[in-house]
């Protein structure tokens, strides 16, 4: 069996770049949306650079209960928000190098998405700025495959019906991954290491690492690849 690695993450809203670095590292990517949906985390919001600092781009959804609500059951509750969204990008990034270079990619996403799931969302710019990116790892949802219950052991069971040799996984995993349920279907564990990245020309200083993906392509344009980790290339890192 040839090689495979597979990573699994809830899906979130235009993500940072490390993000992107974990879909490039690997074969196929499955968004974990089947799990509960967690408030103020990065499913339904992430950051973008202002003068005034570092903002929140949120969605608003609808939360119908803290304990009882899977991510791909979560709703959108404002038909507007990507118009407002949009606004708010095109107000802070005009000015950006390679905003209007990008504008005929992501402006008719907003401007046009009329999609009510949240995880849908999630995955159709996420899709758009992998395609930016170039990188074309297989993107799946977690039921797309038969898993098995328990925290790890529903990993393996993925990773296994995936066929993956490997599974990569965020580095803060490693306070509760069970490694040896890995080893024992034959799955070895690797961890992304978000240190060093190099710094670009980043408006609105001081530089923050820490936001949106679009920052980057924003203001790096097409050599936006050259400052991530992957730049498209599948693989363990």
């Not at 118009?83 to 005009?94: C, G, S």
């Not at 019906?161 to 509760?176: F, Q, V």
């Not at 040896?180 to 799955?187: C, N, S, T, Y």
Request: charged content about 25%; overall charge negative.
């Amino acid at each position: 069996m040839a090689d495979k690695t597979v990573a699994i993450v809830q899906s979130c809203y235009i993500p940072w770049k490390g993000y992107f670095d974990l879909i490039g590292f690997a074969d196929e990517f499955i968004l974990y949306d089947d799990r509960q949906y967690t408030r103020r985390d990065w499913r339904n919001r992430n950051r973008i650079k202002t003068p005034q600092g570092a903002r929140w781009l949120t969605i608003p959804v609808q939360v119908k209960g803290r304990y009882h609500q899977r991510i791909d059951e979560t709703l959108v509750a404002d038909e507007d928000w990507a118009r407002t969204h949009w606004r708010t990008l095109e107000l802070n990034y005009a000015t950006a190098p390679y905003f209007a270079e990008y504008r005929g990619v992501f402006e008719p996403l907003y401007l046009g998405l009329r999609e009510e799931r949240l995880s849908i969302v999630n995955r159709i710019f996420i899709e758009a700025i992998c395609d930016v990116l170039g990188i074309g790892t297989k993107l799946s949802w977690s039921t797309d495959y038969e898993a098995e219950e328990g925290k790890s052991e529903r990993l393996v069971s993925l990773c296994r019906a995936a066929g993956a040799s490997t599974y990569l996984s965020g580095p803060n995993a490693k306070d509760y991954l069970d490694e040896e349920a890995f080893e024992a279907a034959g799955i070895a564990v690797r961890y992304m290491d978000y240190e060093g990245y190099p710094v670009y020309e980043q408006r609105h200083p001081p530089f923050d690492h820490h936001v949106t993906a679009l920052d980057l392509i924003f203001n790096t344009g097409a050599e936006a690849p050259a400052y991530l980790k992957s730049p498209g290339r599948v693989g363990v890192p």
